[in-house]
């Protein structure tokens, strides 16, 4: 006599592969949304990175051709500046050297915004944004009167220039909030040397 | 599921027949199973060999696929490295550069003796880079170090003292004779990259004299080594500095 055999699972396994495969589905979905989220938060900070980076270059450069008795306020440590007035050298005339308009680079009254100006104040003036990102304070820096991050300095702000005889050393923090409301940072530093 | 694995018998008694698989007729030998048991249930699954086949391949790509993501990981510090190390020399040429230029080799040199603020006072030929770890022989677990075309040579130094008096060379005095050792900045110094031997005080002659004090031109080897995540590191800058403005200074 033969019976009749059904193929199939029974309810139990298929309770049991459902639960399987739910756990094993939620974990990698939970790994993939962690690292979807560092892959984002990755980027913002790289590209904050390049454009501190491409900021600090453009300040470099704009200083390097400078003559060092005109930058104005000379600032030294621990007593910063965020905002440099200099004179360009054109060139030579005559055996002379041939300076260009008063430009000045620092931060807006706001204190958010990195600009550069020429003829500030005059009927020519030029005015350009750099940078709309710049943070209340340096990196780690408070407002509390001490040096809280280390390097001589209290209570710097987002871009700070500090004098040292020919040359300048420019701080740069430059902030962006993440979709998470978690805050990203990028701080760069150099010294340029004037070379007028 | 298809026929696989399903047998059927059939036969005149004598000799049976067992139908594969396949549809063809195949012969029972001795031992035929017909009418002592039933035919074994054919187990549907994989073999031992290729599990393991399958798990060997599953390994070998997740290690590569791990492989890949660690030099991923490398490859970004080894970029994040070489950017601290190049902006560490960049910058500290540019210290340099602030200097006064006749100070600078006097300042950054290995000779702690003719630093122009007195003794010891310069910021010497080491430097620390932030973010970097020095080699295990790394001079005062510095990084950073600043190279001039110089050479270390031996200095014989002869005085006289007591006796005679108000009068040199009367007699009668003591003659110490001292040898030193000293860094001094030479043009015959051999270094294809840094451009010597060259003149270097414009007086077109290359000479064996100290020009620490009155050279035009200085050739600068900016050199950074570290401890890398791939092993030691070293970058190296050179340069030369010239004074522009000593003639129109003079």
């Known amino acids: 006599m033969s019976t009749l055999r059904r193929a199939g699972f029974t309810l139990f396994e298929v309770m049991i592969a459902l639960a399987l495969i739910g756990l094993v589905v939620t974990k990698v979905a939970m790994v993939m949304e962690e690292a979807r989220r560092a892959h984002e938060q990755e980027s913002v900070s790289m590209a904050l990175e390049d454009q501190a980076l491409e900021l600090i270059d453009k300040i470099a450069y704009a200083l390097y051709g400078a003559d060092a008795e005109t930058l104005d306020p000379i600032m030294a440590p621990p007593f910063p500046t965020s905002k440099v007035n200099f004179h360009v050298s054109l060139g030579v005339e005559d055996g002379l050297p041939v300076w260009g308009d008063p430009e000045v680079i620092g931060l807006t009254e706001d204190g958010r915004q990195l600009f550069w100006g020429q003829n500030v104040g005059e009927g020519d003036e030029r005015m350009v944004v750099w940078a709309n990102s710049v943070s209340a304070m340096l990196q780690d820096e408070l407002m509390n009167g001490i040096d809280d991050n280390g390097n001589e300095l209290a209570d710097e702000l987002g871009l700070t220039f500090v004098m040292d005889q020919r040359s300048v050393t420019i701080r740069l923090t430059l902030e962006r909030m993440h979709d998470d409301g978690k805050k990203v940072q990028a701080t760069k530093e150099t010294t340029v040397t004037c070379r007028n | ?222 050199t950074v080594e570290w401890k890398g995540v791939s092993g030691p590191r070293r970058i190296e800058l050179v340069t030369q500095l010239g004074d522009f403005k000593r003639e129109d200074d003079g």
């Open chain 2, 1 to 222: 599921m298809g026929p696989r694995g399903k047998h059927a018998l059939e036969g005149d008694g004598a000799c049976a027949t067992r139908v594969n698989e396949m549809g063809s007729r195949e012969r029972c030998g001795r031992g035929s199973l017909r009418g002592k048991v039933r035919a074994p249930r054919a187990r549907s699954g994989l073999t031992i060999v290729e599990v393991v086949v399958a798990l060997s391949v599953m390994i070998v790509a997740a290690s590569i696929f791990c492989q890949m993501l660690l030099t991923t990981s490398r490859l970004r510090q080894i970029n994040r490295e070489n950017a601290l190390a190049t902006d560490a020399a960049r910058v500290q040429l540019e210290r340099i550069r602030n200097r006064p230029f006749l100070e600078i080799y006097k300042s950054y040199n290995e000779e702690l003796a003719d630093d122009p603020g007195g003794q010891g006072t310069g910021p010497g030929h080491l430097f620390t880079v932030d973010g970097l770890t020095p080699l295990d022989d790394a001079p005062q677990g510095k990084c950073g170090r600043v190279r001039f075309p110089s050479s270390q040579v031996q200095v014989t130094t002869t005085t006289t003292s007591g006796g005679g008096g108000k009068l040199k060379g009367a007699g009668g005095g003591t003659t110490t004779t001292t040898t030193t050792l000293q860094w001094q900045l030479r043009e015959d110094f051999q270094d294809e990259e840094l451009g010597m031997p060259r003149d270097l005080n414009g007086n077109n002659v290359v000479d064996t004299a100290n020009h620490s004090a009155d050279y035009l031109i200085l050739p600068v080897r900016i």
